[in-house]
Protein backbone atom coordinates (compact mmCIF):
# COMPACT_ATOMS: atom_id res chain seq x y z
CA UNK A 1 0.00 0.00 0.00
CA UNK A 2 1.59 3.26 -0.95
CA UNK A 3 1.85 6.37 1.55
CA UNK A 4 2.82 10.03 1.46
CA UNK A 5 2.80 11.43 4.81
CA UNK A 6 3.01 14.94 4.47
CA UNK A 7 4.32 16.95 7.83
CA UNK A 8 5.95 20.30 8.84
CA UNK A 9 3.24 22.76 7.92
CA UNK A 10 1.74 24.82 10.90
CA UNK A 11 1.20 28.72 11.32
CA UNK A 12 4.38 31.30 10.43
CA UNK A 13 4.78 35.30 10.03
CA UNK A 14 5.39 37.03 6.81
CA UNK A 15 9.17 36.54 6.51
CA UNK A 16 9.60 33.43 8.05
CA UNK A 17 10.50 29.93 7.05
CA UNK A 18 9.42 26.63 7.76
CA UNK A 19 10.13 22.88 5.83
CA UNK A 20 7.80 20.32 4.99
CA UNK A 21 8.70 16.78 4.52
CA UNK A 22 6.91 14.11 2.72
CA UNK A 23 7.75 10.55 3.60
CA UNK A 24 7.02 7.96 1.37
CA UNK A 25 6.68 3.94 1.49
CA UNK A 26 5.28 1.17 -0.56
CA UNK A 27 7.33 2.55 -3.59
CA UNK A 28 10.50 2.28 -4.85
CA UNK A 29 10.89 5.71 -4.46
CA UNK A 30 14.34 6.73 -5.93
CA UNK A 31 12.09 5.61 -9.37
CA UNK A 32 9.93 8.46 -8.48
CA UNK A 33 10.06 11.87 -9.34
CA UNK A 34 8.69 13.86 -6.85
CA UNK A 35 6.47 16.96 -6.38
CA UNK A 36 4.91 19.82 -3.88
CA UNK A 37 1.60 20.97 -4.79
CA UNK A 38 -0.27 23.80 -3.36
CA UNK A 39 -4.51 25.00 -3.17
CA UNK A 40 -6.23 27.18 -1.86
CA UNK A 41 -9.99 26.95 -1.32
CA UNK A 42 -11.63 27.56 -4.92
CA UNK A 43 -8.74 27.58 -6.84
CA UNK A 44 -6.76 24.62 -8.81
CA UNK A 45 -4.15 22.61 -7.24
CA UNK A 46 -0.96 24.57 -8.38
CA UNK A 47 2.77 22.15 -8.69
CA UNK A 48 5.32 24.56 -6.86
CA UNK A 49 8.13 22.34 -7.40
CA UNK A 50 9.20 19.31 -8.69
CA UNK A 51 12.41 17.01 -8.65
CA UNK A 52 13.25 14.66 -10.81
CA UNK A 53 14.40 11.04 -9.89
CA UNK A 54 17.78 11.91 -11.28
CA UNK A 55 17.69 15.23 -9.18
CA UNK A 56 16.90 17.83 -11.75
CA UNK A 57 14.63 20.86 -10.04
CA UNK A 58 11.95 23.15 -11.62
CA UNK A 59 9.74 25.77 -9.55
CA UNK A 60 7.02 28.01 -10.04
CA UNK A 61 8.18 31.39 -10.98
CA UNK A 62 6.47 32.40 -7.96
CA UNK A 63 8.61 30.97 -5.49
CA UNK A 64 11.68 30.60 -7.43
CA UNK A 65 14.71 31.78 -5.16
CA UNK A 66 12.45 31.06 -1.97
CA UNK A 67 11.79 27.81 -1.97
CA UNK A 68 13.94 24.53 -2.21
CA UNK A 69 12.82 21.07 -3.24
CA UNK A 70 15.47 18.49 -2.24
CA UNK A 71 15.36 14.24 -1.64
CA UNK A 72 16.58 11.36 0.96
CA UNK A 73 16.35 8.56 -1.29
CA UNK A 74 17.93 6.93 1.67
CA UNK A 75 15.03 7.66 3.86
CA UNK A 76 12.32 8.14 0.88
CA UNK A 77 11.61 11.53 1.75
CA UNK A 78 11.38 14.29 -0.09
CA UNK A 79 11.33 18.00 1.23
CA UNK A 80 10.64 21.53 0.13
CA UNK A 81 12.93 24.17 2.43
CA UNK A 82 10.09 27.65 2.27
CA UNK A 83 12.35 30.66 3.03
CA UNK A 84 11.07 34.95 3.01
CA UNK A 85 7.31 33.21 3.21
CA UNK A 86 4.32 35.40 2.19
CA UNK A 87 0.50 35.71 2.90
CA UNK A 88 0.12 34.36 -0.72
CA UNK A 89 1.61 31.67 -0.08
CA UNK A 90 -0.61 30.61 2.49
CA UNK A 91 -2.35 27.09 1.30
CA UNK A 92 -2.54 22.99 1.93
CA UNK A 93 0.73 21.69 0.32
CA UNK A 94 0.29 18.08 -0.81
CA UNK A 95 2.94 15.94 -1.78
CA UNK A 96 3.12 13.50 -5.18
CA UNK A 97 4.44 10.77 -6.55
CA UNK A 98 5.05 10.24 -10.42
CA UNK A 99 6.22 7.44 -12.11
CA UNK A 100 7.82 7.10 -15.34
CA UNK A 101 4.82 4.49 -16.73
CA UNK A 102 2.29 6.92 -14.81
CA UNK A 103 1.38 6.01 -11.70
CA UNK A 104 0.91 8.72 -9.55
CA UNK A 105 0.24 8.92 -6.17
CA UNK A 106 -0.92 11.88 -3.07
CA UNK A 107 -0.78 12.70 0.21
CA UNK A 108 -3.39 14.44 2.67
CA UNK A 109 -2.06 17.89 2.65
CA UNK A 110 -0.30 19.95 5.38
CA UNK A 111 -1.73 23.36 5.87
CA UNK A 112 0.77 26.41 6.17
CA UNK A 113 -0.37 29.35 7.29
CA UNK A 114 1.54 32.79 6.66
CA UNK A 115 -0.06 35.48 8.44
CA UNK A 116 0.79 38.08 11.47
Not at 24 to 30: L, P, Q, T, V
Not at 59 to 64: E, F, I, L, P, Q
Not at 66 to 84: E, G, H
Not at 87 to 103: F, I, L, M, Q, R
Amino acid sequence: QVQLVESGGGLVQPGGSLRLSCAASGIRFSLYGMSWYRQVPDKQRELVATITFGGRTNYADSVKGRFTISRDNAKNTVYLQMNSLKPEDTAVYYCNAGSPKGSTYWGQGTQVTVSS
